[in-house]
């Protein structure tokens, strides 16, 4: 999918974590281009957060390498700190601190002087709508607008490559689709390439571009999210007709299967087979009386891929 | 090495600064030395007494501050803050460091709020003492706040461990450093226990440092102890914090 001229952010090669008895990240070979945007897909405990802590030098990997930012993540652990912001799946803000502090002190972090690192944190303020309560303890600060001042946290020395392990669990829906925005729009406004990690299939679905699905520490598919539906599912096409014995008619024309007077039909682009099915039953003499056309989910894809549901292991 | 420099510095600040900003909370942990204080003091033999156990309550204060500062490293392991200081650039010896050399400024806040509430009442301040006196706690409470973070550092995902182990060693160290009592006229054993407790020394010291008695064997004996805890205290803490995840 991608040429070896275009610049990697990340490449890494049968990358492996075993904790004492448990493999959670299991021979990972994965690359993701410059300005890319990807959701890493998987239910818990498939070793999406041990992915991201070795892209992010936290953990050491127990086999195989990586290179993020153009570096070994093992031998170059500074030089890859310095290009990437990091926003865990905890909260980053300590919470006796205020907010600006935080900001400042982590510009700081990032070797910003102090008179940009406070410019800088006041940008941030500002545009993650943070005004009204940078200035408070964070420990009295909401569970969104803690994850709002995370995210202003991890984009303070204006990261060309940020990981956020699952960024919006925990908010409510007004705030997750605000922090989507805010995601999209980083990528559309300054070029920055994405990874996150999310169990919210539609979070995936709308706004990642490319969508890898872990499980059990393995990568088991990796597209767009529409190829993914498309490849793995395909829609669901049913159509009504006047009676049982049209139905049956039909079903044989089209190769469906039969419920009653209604015929369920797979196809890989529903909306676009159905007028040549009409077409084709009209000239056999059967009349369709309703028309309608599913679309897959990712959850429908998880399944066929695992045999599970995402949903199911949710609780 | 200019850079550690920095990076200890952005650490130390980012440390001070809630202290600054509620300057009441260097009292929070002084609340127990304070009872200490109010309600052992009366009961001290008449003379020069308070003279002997208000430098015995200033490390006490510093025991008390310093070893309970690993708790909030803790948190920040729990809620994810240390994880995050873990990603940035910031070199990991100075996320020890900048840490332990915090301790130093409730230390001296302390110290300054007991001897001020004892000076109404007969104690004398020999500054010159004192200042050497405080130097050399420095060197002991930024061991001790290192030694704390370590003990936090391995309690990771396990507070109690953290609690256990810090409540465990809190009274012993000090019953048997004579802050309250003296030891002199213990059993051997006791005596002997006292010896190995560097804690010890470096209460000795204060004694004679806060009484004047500045250039005597005591002040020596003191600065090693205290200079001893505070270098192991760096070299286990900064090991730990580079192991850290
Ligand atoms: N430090 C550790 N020690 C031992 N096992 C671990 C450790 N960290 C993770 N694991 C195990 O590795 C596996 C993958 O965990 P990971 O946190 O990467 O999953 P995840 O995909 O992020 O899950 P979630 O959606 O719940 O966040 C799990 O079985 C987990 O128990
Ligand atoms: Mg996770």
New binding site residues.
Partial sequence: MKTSVEAMMIATRELTKR??S?T??DGITLEVADGELVALL??????????LRMLTTLIPPTGGSAEVAGFDVVAKQREVRRRIGYIG?GNGAGHSQRGRDELISQGRAYGLPVRQARARAGELIESLGLGEVADRTVSSLSGGQRRRLDIAMGLIHAPELLFL??PSTGLDPQNRANLQEHIVGLRREHGTTIVL?T?YLEEADSIAERVIV?DH?RIIADDTPQRLKAKHVGDRVFLGFGSEADATTAAGLLNGVREGDRVQVSADDGPRMVPGAIEELRTAGVAVHSVEVTRPTLDDVFLTLTGRSLRNEEA | MSSLVTDTRVVFSRELRPVLRSPFSIVFSMVQPLFFLALFAPLLPEGSSLQWFVPGIIVMSCLFGSSMTGSNLLYEIQTGSHERMLVTPLRRPALLIGRALKEIVPMIAQAAVIVLACLPFGFRLHLTGAVLGLLILAGFCVGLGALSYTLALASKNQEWLFWTVQQTLLFPLLLLAGVLLPIDNGPGWLRLLSQINPMTYVVNAERALFDGDIWSRTTVYGLIAAAGVGLLGLFVGVRAMQRSD
């Fill in positions: 904790f004492k448990v959670a990240v998987g239910p818990n405990g498939a070793g999406k957060s041990t992915t799946q392990d699952e990690t169990h872990i520490g």
